[in-house]
């Protein structure tokens, strides 16, 4: 009887998630632990989707705030400490008395038809990990809503699938209705005058918003039936200037729309990562020289804004200034221009040495040169022809010192 044979075991090729995100550790650093994605970095993302570099940097799960260091342009970007102590007592207050003020507010801003909310129920949270904050808040969800009670959520945790690995997201609440309907909270320091806030803060806050929107849409997917996810959310801000809270109902639909669209554009981390040269590394303890290089392989597209959005800014202006490109004057201007994407050719265009003169942007860039040209030679070139007393009022041939009659003196 032949001896009997083990099968042949065959080695399982990896899966392509598990590729992924293989490469990128390797881009971060195999000892550098990842960075988390939360809202604000994919709100971000959202804001300037042509940013290769913010891409992959923040799908490797890159530290952006160690590598501006690194690279010798730290960031100012981020929140101060007197800003964040303010912002926490000032969220505190509003959910004191198991959150009866909010959902107050919840109640007068969005849900008015709804029986008013005497006493809501806060669930507890609390689990081991990420996965299991995650699994209880899915859990809270679900039951909240089959009772059909005002519910408040503080600080769930919420899962999104981003380039292949989950991205962990904490709004600062979620309010379930009576019929079962999820709203999101969010709650700033920054105030509410003559019940208005800034309008770029609102903007930056509609953006985080929808992204916890999109969050809890993929939570309600899982249940049957679906409750409603709905995309007006509260915005609650101090009013005035006191502590006390005052709120408002923000449509986010554009905002999903623009981050659901983005969020699917994310999955070209791969293909970003698969044409970097071999052997890129952004671990932050690498030498200075070998660290600007791998950052530079990676293109960016730099904007203003992106000042209040991104650690690495300051040392992308430097770059897009260094560069003369037009993205550094702001997306709007860059828009105008169309093709001409260099301070330098630009310049050309206007003077006729480049540019094609049935390109409307070339031929505005030169008829502007043209009228520019023509007010800043005007004054010499009637005076050297002979101008007569009507180019110029009589009162500009007086002294200076001279007074009309009649004048005040200063």
Not at 34 to 50: F, I, T
Not at 224 to 253: G, I, M, Q, W, Y
Request: with cysteine; net charge neutral; glycine share 8%.
């Amino acid at each position: 009887m032949p001896p009997s044979r083990e099968p042949d075991r065959q080695q399982v090729p990896p899966t392509r998630g598990t590729r992924l995100r293989q490469r990128l550790a390797e881009l971060r650093g195999p000892a550098v632990p990842p960075q988390p994605l939360d809202a604000r970095a994919l709100a971000a993302l959202a804001a300037n989707p042509g940013c290769r570099r913010r891409a992959i940097l923040d799908g490797a799960g890159v530290n952006k705030t160690l590598l501006a260091d690194a690279l010798g342009s730290p960031s100012a970007f981020g929140q101060s400490q007197f800003a964040f102590m303010r912002g926490n007592a000032f969220e505190a207050r509003v959910k004191a008395d198991g959150g009866a003020e909010l959902l107050r507010l919840v109640h007068e801003k969005l849900d008015p038809r709804a029986e008013p909310p005497a006493a809501g129920v806060v669930p507890d949270l609390g689990a081991a990990g990420p996965e299991g904050r995650t699994a209880r808040t899915a859990l809270a969800l679900r039951e909240a809503s089959a009772a059909g009670t005002w519910t408040l959520l503080d600080h769930p945790l919420l899962a999104l699938e981003v380039a292949g690995s989950p991205a962990f997201l904490e709004p600062d609440a979620v309010v379930v209705h009576p019929d079962g309907s999820w709203t999101v909270v969010e709650i700033k320091s920054f105030p509410m005058l003559d019940g208005s806030a800034d309008a770029a803060k609102v903007g930056a806050a509609a953006r985080q918003s929808a992204v916890y929107v999109l969050a809890l849409e993929r939570v309600a997917a899982r249940l049957d039936p679906a409750p409603e996810v709905r995309h007006t959310v509260l915005l609650v801000c101090p009013k005035d200037f006191s502590n006390l809270p005052s709120a408002s109902a923000v449509d986010v639909r554009k905002q999903r729309s623009v981050t659901s669209r983005q969020l699917e554009r994310l999955v070209r981390v791969e293909d970003i990562a698969e044409a970097l040269p071999e052997g890129t590394c952004f671990a932050p303890d690498l030498p200075p020289a070998e660290l600007t290089a791998a950052v530079e392989s990676v293109p960016a597209t730099y904007a203003p804004e992106c000042l209040s959005a991104c650690e690495l800014a300051f040392h992308c202006r430097a770059r897009s200034r260094a560069q003369g490109a037009v993205t550094a004057l702001g997306r709007s201007l860059r828009a105008e221009l169309g093709s001409l994407a260099s301070v330098d050719d630009v310049l050309s265009a206007a003077r006729g040495t480049s540019g094609d003169p049935e390109d409307p942007t070339v031929a505005a860039l030169r008829r502007a040169a043209a009228l520019r040209a023509e007010a800043l030679s005007g004054p010499a070139r009637g005076a050297g022809n002979g101008a007569t007393s009507h180019d110029a009022p009589a009162a500009d041939a007086r002294p200076a010192t001279a007074q009309p009659t009649g004048a005040a003196c200063p």
